[in-house]
């Protein structure tokens, strides 16, 4: 028997994430929202029995053992930690926290009920390209067989429409609330690299701008946007030391006038390269006796998304597939069990745990820092909880977002609804 859903959030993710839940066997059986009208809505529209506003409602439900949390990025450390203490499954959106402190706040969760799921949803992990992509590395298509990837450059370009909705005002306009391009594109593509490596980022140099920094809105008239728009960063890996490391530059821009989605993921190596370009994989390898390139595809996506909620859903194709494919990972996860609380590890194998996430929110903090510094910047992983002066600079910045917080919510015609 597969586990009851627990849904936090009403937004666009959520409208997309039901359906494909439902398709793949899972009953979601309760939705929480910011506010009980918003709630009751969400509930009508996806048909789901149980609404509340109250955190504590959905996660003390019997029949609610997985827990999906898609609200803004602000709330997602605290139900997090609650959820995993009272023994729910968790998988948390992206970017995980706002801040390192609370990202290792659910990393000591997590480690503590190591029996329990708890998983970040960065579903490029589980697109098919991407898959093909890492086990062509592992075989030596580009290079040496295996996950050594030193003398190596990865080139990754995304250009896609703007992140908010012109037509409301909510979290997706400010950067220290989670929006923006570097939070919501460059956490999927930090990880991605990661993940294709197994390497982590030890340097970073970035710029982050925001040159679209007013929207005009029907509701609220011209308000400011402070999310960027534009980042570009480069990332030096870790090497062992006997030869250089590799060298990742990442270019996201959020300017398509026709929201058309374009994604580009290339990683060259000393015997040839690899491109994933949407969902599409092509090889280009270098013959060593003739000095030829031979181009082939080696993986086409010819998959058809049979889902009518990701028809009008500006959420970028790739994304919605590899959701699909992590949501089929977690039916296999439970489907062998009978009881809903007994699971396997090895189809979710693949996904990102919340130390992953962790690591992700270091290297934003880095490229920030590297951003308005205008220098190359070191990527500082936390391992224990702040002191001293760290710690009253954490209480400043959460004061800082607190009162950010508190003026959103006073505002009625702001949308609270996540995206991507």
């Not at 709330?75 to 992206?94: E, M, P, R």
């Not at 000591?108 to 190591?114: L, T």
């Not at 870790?238 to 989605?261: K, P, R």
């Not at 489907?335 to 996904?351: F, L, Y």
């Amino acid at each position: 028997m597969l586990p009851g859903i627990g849904m936090f959030g009403t937004g666009e993710v959520t409208h997309v994430l039901v359906p494909i839940l439902r398709d793949k066997g899972f009953n979601i059986v309760a939705i929480w929202g910011r506010t009980g009208k918003e709630a009751e809505q969400a509930a009508l529209e996806l048909k789901i029995p149980f609404h509340t506003a109250k955190i504590d409602d959905v996660l003390l439900r019997k029949d609610v053992d997985l827990v999906f949390i898609t609200c803004p990025p602000f709330l997602h450390s605290q139900i997090s930690v609650k959820a995993l203490g009272i023994g729910k499954h968790v998988v948390c959106d992206k970017p995980m926290t706002l801040m390192q402190s609370d990202a290792l706040k659910m990393v000591r969760a997590s480690q503590y009920y190591p029996t329990l799921i708890s998983i970040v949803n960065h579903s490029l992990r589980f697109l098919p390209a991407i898959a093909h992509m890492k086990r062509a590395i592992q075989e030596g298509y580009i290079g040496p067989p295996g996950p050594c990837l030193d003398q190596t450059l990865i080139d990754v370009k995304v250009r896609m429409g703007p992140l908010f909705n012109r037509k409301r005002y909510d979290w997706l306009c400010d950067e220290s609330m989670g929006g923006g391009a570097l939070n919501l594109v460059g956490s999927h593509v930090i990880d991605l690299v990661k993940f294709l490596t197994e390497r982590k980022a030890v340097r970073v140099h970035g710029t982050v701008r925001t040159y679209a920094m007013y929207a005009s809105h029907s509701h609220t008239g011209i308000r400011r946007v402070a999310a960027p728009d534009v980042c570009a960063f480069q990332m030096e890996l870790e090497s062992d030391g006997s030869t250089s490391s590799a060298l990742v530059t990442v270019n996201i821009n959020c300017h398509e006038s026709n929201n058309a989605f374009q994604q580009e993921v290339v990683i060259y190596g000393p015997a040839g390269h690899l491109t994933v370009r949407g969902g599409d994989l092509v090889g280009h390898r270098l013959n060593a006796e003739t000095g030829a390139v031979k181009e082939e595809m080696l993986y086409v996506d010819v998959q058809d998304l049979q889902f009518s909620a990701t028809s009008d859903t500006a959420l970028p194709r790739p994304y919605v597939k590899g959701l699909c494919k992590l949501v089929g990972a977690l039916r296999d996860a439970f489907h062998p069990n009978k009881e809903s609380a007994g699971w396997i590890k090895e189809p979710v194998q693949a996904a990102a745990t919340f130390e992953d996430g962790l690591y992700v929110q270091a290297v934003l903090d880095a490229i920030r820092k590297s951003s308005s510094e205008r220098s190359w910047t070191k990527v500082s992983v936390c391992a224990e909880s702040p002191t001293g002066q760290q710690k009253q600079n954490v209480l400043a910045s959460a004061a800082a977002r607190i009162a950010s917080v508190s003026a959103i919510r006073a505002d009625p015609s702001i949308n609270h609804a996540g995206y991507f």
